[in-house]
């Protein structure tokens, strides 16, 4: 299969991923990142592709910043049945339009301002060939924003956790039904793909650039606060933003 689809997994994610402290931290970061760097008056007024959206968090993040309209899809069918529920009024409204599909075939009808892909390219087994339809997809002096599982975070902790001999042997592939994505990505590579495409590297951060190494019991004892200031102040440091567990790519296509 070239892609994985997490129907039946909706409640997982919500609860089990997105409702934790680990997702709370996840989606602060994006959003500190995402006020930084992507321009208010792009995104209010504007057209954005929340591609392969998930839950659609990021579709309602992008609804309540004032965009136009945000299109959403993705592969599976019981994701976007739960974001079009969510999504009704704003759906009823025009601002908002949820289908199914694959991002391996999709082809949006134009150009947009924002695309927006986190956590996909990860459960391709060609994840570049997306990266390299991007430049498709975003209108001259739009944004993308990319998200990526790190090859290099998964590396670390195969090393850290006794797994030394596949770690070594570069096997990083999940097993069949887990969370852990086929195809782990080398940040420098979507780098170098995305130049070669045509876009500028607005920044590189980390998304949990140290909490996610760190022993449970010992993240615990921090306030969520001061990992989240800690994780901020580090995330577009090297070498923090390239050993985090995901690895964000904001990029400009110049006008």
């Known amino acids: 299969m070239a892609f994985i689809s997490f129907d039946s997994l909706v409640n997982r994610?919500?609860?089990?991923?997105?409702?934790?402290?680990?997702?709370?931290?996840?989606?602060?970061?994006?959003?500190?990142?995402?006020?930084?760097?992507?321009?208010?008056?792009?995104?209010?007024?504007?057209?954005?592709?929340d591609a392969a959206g998930g839950l659609g968090q990021m579709t309602t993040w992008f609804n309540v910043q004032g965009a136009e309209k945000v299109d959403y899809f993705d592969v599976s069918g019981e994701m976007a049945n739960y974001v079009e529920a969510q999504c009704r009024?704003?759906?009823?409204?025009?601002?908002?339009?949820?289908?199914?599909?694959?991002?391996i075939d999709y082809r949006p009808d134009q150009p947009v301002d924002v695309v927006n892909i986190h956590a996909v390219l990860e459960w391709l087994e060609n994840p570049m060939s997306v990266v390299d339809q991007l430049q498709h997809w975003v209108k001259p002096g739009g944004y993308v924003g990319l998200m990526v599982y790190n090859k290099h975070m998964l590396m670390l902790r195969h090393l850290?956790?006794?797994?030394?001999?596949?770690?070594?042997a570069?096997?990083?592939?999940?097993?069949?039904?887990?969370?852990?994505?086929?195809?782990a990505i080398d940040p420098q590579e979507v780098e170098q793909r995305l130049i070669a495409s045509g876009f500028e590297i607005v920044t590189q951060a980390g998304i949990r650039s140290f909490s996610d190494l760190a022993e449970k019991t010992v993240v615990e004892w921090y306030d969520e606060e001061d990992v989240f200031d800690?994780?901020?102040?580090?995330c577009e440091q090297r070498p923090y933003c390239d050993i985090a567990r995901y690895v964000l790519f904001i990029a400009r296509k110049p006008s």
């Open 13 to 49: 994610f919500s609860e089990n991923i997105y409702g934790t402290r680990k997702g709370r931290l996840r989606m602060r970061l994006i959003d500190a990142l995402y006020q930084r760097y992507l321009p208010i008056e792009l995104v209010q007024g504007g057209h954005v592709l």
């Open 89 to 103: 009024s704003e759906i009823e409204q025009g601002s908002v339009t949820v289908r199914q599909a694959s991002i």
């Open 160 to 168: 850290m956790r006794g797994t030394l001999s596949k770690a070594m």
């Open 170 to 183: 570069g096997q990083l592939r999940g097993a069949k039904g887990g969370l852990t994505p086929i195809t």
């Open 230 to 234: 800690a994780e901020l102040e580090l």
